[in-house]
């Protein structure tokens, strides 16, 4: 179920499919090298907007990121942890994901906007390879166009869509959810040669996102234990996984859309905040090039 499909049990809001829909993003538009360029109009077609009016929202979009970006350089941790990224000038980071990573205001996104400020020249690119509605197991099935990007590093967000019940039928389960994520790790470090980063998936308000879609008969339910639980297969694998969860339970409900769901742009600035302090307090981790 992707964040579309969840839309459509909300009140509208102008910006939402912008956000959230990327056709180009389709394993089969992708194996095509189909670009967002290529099928603007049709994507301002099927909203009822002119390609016009696509490009000005998406620039106000845009303008949300460089805003949260530069708030978030205000803090002098943040700042200082910039400092002691990991990332070399001119790499190239692949942000893999589901519809947390794919929204056009997400940390990834930001993320490339923090780079552009932080970096003096040859800002690493990142490059936003999530796609609303993923699990784990659609994840392996795109990895040939993730390594395609040849990046150096991988940063991971998924599980969310994993632990996704439909009534009282659940996509998969724990043990599957960690074969999958295992496998990832395998096939991106093992057989890719990148550098990965995970983050465990962050928590929902799960009565809104219930109640939403009970209505229309989609009927989603999300679990905090079932979340936490991936985190904690996450966390025993590598201790250097960035906890979501944990430290955003707390203020979730400041932090996420109407929907329960996706985090606001508040809420994907904490995200990260939370990747930039880690990245920048690991003992391995020397002061960026200048």
């Known amino acids: 179920?992707?964040?579309?499909?969840?839309?459509?049990?909300?009140?509208?809001?102008?910006?939402?499919?912008?956000?959230?829909?990327?056709?180009?993003?389709?394993?089969?538009?992708?194996?095509?090298?189909?670009?967002?360029?290529?099928?603007?109009?049709?994507?301002?077609?099927?909203?009822?907007?002119?390609?016009?009016?696509?490009?000005?929202?998406?620039?106000?979009?845009?303008?949300?990121?460089?805003?949260?970006?530069?708030?978030?350089?205000e803090d002098a941790r943040v700042a200082a942890a910039c400092r002691?990224?990991?990332?070399?000038?001119?790499?190239?980071?692949?942000?893999?994901?589901?519809?947390?990573?794919?929204d056009s205001l997400s940390w990834a996104y930001q993320l490339e906007a923090v780079l552009q400020q932080v970096y003096a020249v040859d800002a690493p690119s990142v490059v936003?390879?999530?796609?609303?509605?993923?699990?784990?197991?659609?994840?392996?099935?795109?990895?040939?166009?993730?390594?395609?990007?040849?990046?150096?590093?991988?940063?991971?967000?998924?599980?969310?869509?994993?632990?996704?019940?439909?009534?009282?039928?659940?996509i998969f389960s724990t043990g599957q959810t960690g074969t999958n994520l295992d496998t990832i790790a395998h096939l991106l470090v093992d057989v890719g040669g990148v550098r990965l980063i995970r983050m465990t998936p962050p928590p929902v308000a799960a009565d809104v996102v219930h109640a939403a879609t009970a209505a229309p008969g989609i009927g989603l339910r999300w679990s905090q234990a079932d979340l936490a639980r991936i985190g904690r297969h996450l966390l025993r694998s590598d201790p250097a996984v960035v906890d979501l969860h944990t430290p955003l339970l707390p203020r979730a409900a400041d932090l996420l859309d109407p929907d329960g769901l996706h985090p606001n742009v508040d809420g994907h600035r904490e995200i990260l905040r939370l990747l930039l302090l880690s990245l920048g307090a690991a003992d391995s981790v020397g002061e960026m090039p200048a």
């Open 1 to 73: 179920m992707s964040a579309a499909d969840i839309a459509r049990a909300l009140p509208a809001h102008l910006d939402w499919p912008l956000r959230f829909v990327h056709p180009e993003k389709s394993t089969e538009l992708a194996r095509l090298s189909v670009g967002a360029s290529d099928i603007e109009g049709a994507v301002a077609a099927a909203l009822g907007l002119s390609a016009e009016d696509v490009r000005a929202q998406r620039a106000l979009i845009d303008d949300q990121v460089r805003s949260s970006a530069r708030l978030l350089l």
């Open 84 to 102: 002691r990224l990991p990332f070399l000038p001119g790499q190239t980071i692949v942000a893999l994901g589901d519809s947390i990573t794919d």
């Open 128 to 170: 936003n390879a999530g796609r609303s509605g993923d699990t784990t197991a659609d994840a392996i099935d795109r990895l040939d166009l993730v390594l395609a990007h040849e990046p150096d590093w991988v940063i991971q967000l998924l599980g969310t869509n994993d632990v996704r019940h439909h009534g009282d039928r659940r």
